[in-house]
């Protein structure tokens, strides 16, 4: 089975693009919230769009994995919606 290798350098660079327009849509109090929820929410359908369940799987065990390192003052645990 082929196992796709790490750029963490690539990812970096898309990451910090993506924050510079984020923070470029905030206009309101809530904007953040609601672009937050919008790109995880919609992701998932654009990951299935170009991933096979086995690389959105791989994908999505990497951020389990890394989110804890990257942001250690997250807490993962299960609470109310935003609606």
Do not use: C, G
Not at 18 to 43: G, Q
């Amino acid at each position: 089975m082929y196992k796709r290798k790490s750029n963490l350098k690539r990812m970096s660079q898309i990451q910090k693009n993506l924050i510079t327009f984020v923070k470029s849509e905030l206009k309101t109090d809530d904007d953040h919230l609601y672009v937050a929820t919008m790109l995880l929410k919609h992701s998932i359908a654009l990951y299935k769009t170009i991933l096979d369940d086995q690389e959105l799987a791989d994908m999505l065990d990497h951020v389990i994995q890394t989110l804890h390192q990257d942001y250690p003052e997250i807490e993962l645990t299960t609470r109310k919606t935003i609606h």
